[in-house]
T-cell receptor
Framework: DSGVTQTPKHLITATGQRVTLRCSPR?????VYWYQQSLDQGLQFLIQ???????AKGNILERFSAQQFPDLHSELNLSSLELGDSALYFC??????????????FGPGTRLTVT | AQKVTQAQTEISVVEKEDVTLDCVYE???????LFWYKQPPSGELVFLIR??????QNEISGRYSWNFQKSTSSFNFTITASQVVDSAVYFC???????????????FGKGTKLSVIP
């Protein structure tokens, strides 16, 4: 158990809908990262927040957005969903800002299926 | 730009055999970090090891060992006396300055699926 929690575990929704994925980092970690894992693209970095502020953006679509709240939990919002958005979405956390200097601990993931 | 290549898509070994998972990386950074993660069938990603670019010492942890060679840009992972519980997808990752992101982020390889047959 990494200490990172994600809800829900599974999500099935229809095209065009909007969903929110939730992540709570490990106790003491200030950085939260979101990743998408799909069969064709592999594991891709989406976005990072550090202590409530957006720190870095990767391959995140404009239809996707995220935020980190004062209690450090984070939410990833996916809107106007398309079939291609079906994937496993991971949240990870680390103690500090730098995405590389410190190991990231991953949550169990949310499997999103868009039908 | 940075890139991680795991040329072995799938490997099958018989229990108790040794197996090496290859990882080759590309980066222009002089300071970077390399990682290995394990993804068992249950789906979660488990951190295994982190190495920085200045430390080329090999590392051993139980049945796991890692060989970092800067000259060949490789960071290979060996499992000795494999067990069925080692069956998983293993990802090598590189942390460097991600183009466009403006910060150090992880770039993952495509993963190697290891099946250990009893």
């Amino acid at each position: 158990d990494s200490g990172v929690t994600q809800t829900p575990k599974h999500l099935i929704t229809a095209t065009g809908q909007r969903v929110t994925l939730r992540c709570s980092p490990r106790s003491g970690d200030l950085s939260v990262y979101w990743y998408q894992q799909s069969l064709d693209q592999g594991l891709q970095f989406l976005i990072q927040y550090y202590n409530g502020e957006e720190r870095a953006k990767g391959n995140i679509l404009e239809r996707f957005s995220a935020q980190q709240f004062p209690d450090l939990h984070s939410e990833l919002n996916l809107s106007s969903l398309e079939l291609g958005d079906s994937a496993l979405y991971f949240c990870a956390s680390s103690v500090a800002d730098s995405g590389g200097s410190y190991e990231q601990y991953f949550g169990p993931g949310t499997r999103l299926t868009v039908t | 730009a940075q890139k991680v290549t795991q040329a072995q898509t799938e490997i099958s070994v018989v229990e108790k055999e040794d197996v090496t998972l290859d990882c080759v990386y590309e980066t222009r950074d002089t300071t970077y970090y390399l990682f290995w993660y394990k993804q068992p069938p249950s789906g979660e990603l488990v951190f295994l090891i982190r190495r920085n670019s200045f430390d080329e010492q090999n590392e051993i942890s139980g049945r796991y060992s890692w060989n970092f060679q800067k000259s060949t840009s490789s960071f290979n992972f060996t499992i000795t006396a494999s067990q069925v519980v080692d069956s998983a997808v293993y990802f090598c990752a590189l942390s460097g300055l991600l183009s466009g992101a403006g910060s150090y982020q992880l770039t993952f390889g495509k993963g190697t699926k290891l099946s250990v047959i009893p």
